[in-house]
Nanobody, 121 residues
Framework: QVQLVESGGGLVQPGGSLRLSCAAS????????MGWYRQAPGEQRELVAT???????HYADSVKGRFTISRDNAKNTVYLQMNSLKPEDTAVYYC???????????????WGKGTLVTVTV
């Protein structure tokens, strides 16, 4: 099993910045792709950004140029630096990861419990 624990959410004014972190722990051989998703009230969960174990990144059009995803493979941690935040960025942000099981027998997908980001004046 893999546990993903997010941190760094909070309340920020429009134009401000926040940095989210997500640390993976538990029993696994390797963390492959990691990513961030978000879900606003009354909306479906949507992709924000992903990053492969070798560092290739992908962003939703709505956050390109404002958000940066990065990771520290030694710490099994993924980050999301969010700049120029807008009220429409308000959502619960969820960490996601693909992890290879012990012995590489399988690859499973895991979710964190989420961290709330609120952008308001």
């Amino acid at each position: 099993q893999v546990q993903l624990v997010e941190s760094g959410g909070g309340l920020v004014q429009p134009g401000g910045s926040l940095r989210l972190s997500c640390a993976a722990s538990g029993r696994f051989s390797k963390i492959n792709a990691m990513g961030w998703y978000r879900q606003a009230p009354g909306e479906q969960r949507e992709l924000v950004a992903t990053i492969t174990s070798s560092g290739f990144t992908h962003y939703a059009d709505s956050v390109k140029g404002r958000f940066t995803i990065s990771r520290d493979n030694a710490k099994n941690t993924v980050y999301l630096q969010m700049n120029s935040l807008k009220p429409e960025d308000t959502a619960v942000y969820y960490c996601n990861a693909d992890a290879a099981s012990v012995g590489y027998a399988s690859i499973n997908n895991y979710w964190g419990k989420g961290t709330l980001v609120t952008v308001t004046v």
